[in-house]
């Protein structure tokens, strides 16, 4: 199946390819079950094969989408997150005194919560989206959506770049980074997790 769509996609022309990865890479922080980092992977891998793009061609098509969205989401959620929350059914998703939490969280770690966050499968689309919902400023939210965004893609453009004679060797450093991640992702939900019932533990007692 992967050699059919490697093929497939390496017969479009170059225009139309790096749209494919654009596209991919812009739906990630919309639909995050989008594999931004291969199509990145990919198309890196092509590159190196002879495809008619250039390496950092791939990447432009894969930063400018993705951190567009990112800031998409965060301005959408900036916008009409707040009024959402404080319908029935916003309420029901985003309690108050969860977001109360994330708020604090965001408030004295932004950067490197953010930073960290965006490298993190399940977390890199929720980012943005609750940033803007805590009312975060975009001068504390976007910078290190942005350089996280930047630093990722361009280390997974150069490893599929430079192991590109086997996408399964590609594929299999994908899968071991991607697992890796993973753990520190669900470290981090057990972190987030204390935090908020700290929290909420707090505002019970002084209530």
């Not at 061609?57 to 959402?84: D, H, K």
């Not at 700290?198 to 019970?204: E, L, S, V, Y």
Request: charged share 10%; proline share 6%.
């Amino acid at each position: 199946m992967i050699d059919q769509v490697i093929a497939w996609l390496a017969g479009l022309p170059p225009a139309e390819l790096y749209g494919v990865i654009a596209l991919l890479a812009g739906l990630e922080n919309i639909l995050p079950p989008v594999p931004a980092d291969t199509a990145v992977a990919l198309g890196a891998f092509l590159a190196a094969q002879g495809a008619a793009i250039h390496p950092w061609g791939v990447y432009a098509a894969t930063l400018v989408p993705n951190v567009a969205t990112a800031a998409g989401m965060y301005w959408l959620a900036r916008t009409a997150g707040r009024r959402f929350g404080e319908t029935a059914l916003g309420k029901r998703f985003f309690a108050h005194s969860t977001m109360q939490a994330v708020s604090r969280l965001y408030e004295r770690h932004h950067f490197w919560g953010i930073f960290v966050s965006r490298f993190l499968p399940g977390y890199r689309a929720v980012v943005p989206p609750f940033a803007g919902a805590v009312g975060l400023p975009a001068y504390k939210a976007l910078p290190p959506m942005i350089l996280a965004s930047a630093l990722w893609y361009g280390v997974v453009c150069v490893v599929a770049y430079r192991l590109g004679a086997n996408w399964f060797a590609v594929k299999h450093a994908l899968a071991e980074a991607s697992t890796v991640l993973a753990v520190a992702a669900l470290l981090v939900t057990v972190a987030i997790i204390w935090l908020v019932r700290r929290h909420r533990a707090r505002q019970d007692r002084a209530g």
